[in-house]
């Protein structure tokens, strides 16, 4: 099982994280805080839609946790 260390822990169990993979979060905006929390959220099996109009800057990779140099002026 992919999240079996999460399992582990009696306030989600195995019942617990088959609830967490049926749930979709939207996150709007996903710049620094954002994007952290996408990570997150991803790690812990939840579906995500993500949703930002802004493009990918140089200057704020530093603080974006889930962006590469590949994809600056990207949206």
């Known amino acids: 099982m992919r999240y079996k ?3 582990l822990f009696s306030e989600i169990g195995e019942k617990g994280q088959k609830e ?3 749930k979709t979060v939207t ?3 996903v710049g620094g805080v ?3 929390v996408a ?5 812990s099996g939840v579906n ?3 949703v930002d109009k802004d493009r990918v800057y140089e200057d704020e ?3 974006q946790a889930i962006y590469t140099e590949d994809q ?3 949206f």
């Open 48 to 50: 995500l839609r993500l």
């Open 27 to 29: 996150i709007v905006g």
């Open 34 to 36: 954002g994007s952290a």
């Open 20 to 22: 967490l993979e049926k």
């Open 72 to 74: 600056i002026n990207k």
């Open 61 to 63: 990779l530093q603080r």
């Open 5 to 7: 260390y999460q399992t």
């Open 39 to 43: 990570m997150f959220l991803a790690r």
